[in-house]
């Protein structure tokens, strides 16, 4: 069963640094490509990070790009999102997401990330 667990998330005021993990299991993280989403309360879940099997390759929404840093252990099976200079526009919660060979997507239950002043 593919599981993809979340944590980091917290509140953090404008300007400071937070970093959000995503630890996977029952698959072979090494395979699929993985994603970072966020929702924003009455707005829809929005792709904001992309990386592909071997974290070679990354891809960013244009309004998190130079801020955020998308990476992945394979070894830990592990992936990971640095979010910098967070703005109050960042507050939502961020989901993982896995994409198989075949196509399947899968995600996680989420965590908040909440910038406040």
């Known amino acids: 069963e593919v599981q993809l667990v979340e944590s980091g998330g917290g509140m953090v005021q404008p300007g400071e640094a937070l970093r959000v993990s995503c630890a996977a299991s029952g698959f072979t993280f090494s395979d699929y490509a993985m994603n970072w989403y966020r929702q924003a309360p009455g707005k829809e879940r929005e792709l904001i990070a992309s990386?592909?099997?071997?974290?070679?390759?990354?891809g960013y929404k244009h309004s998190v790009k130079d801020r955020f840093t998308i990476s992945r252990n394979n070894a830990k099976n592990t992936m990971y999102l640095q979010m910098n200079i967070l703005k109050l526009e960042d507050t939502a919660v961020y989901y993982c997401?896995?994409?198989?060979?075949?196509?399947?997507?899968?995600w996680g239950q989420g965590t908040q990330v909440t910038v406040s002043s």
């Open positions: 997401s896995a994409l198989s060979p075949d196509g399947d997507r899968y």
């Open positions: 990386i592909d099997r071997t974290g070679t390759s990354t």
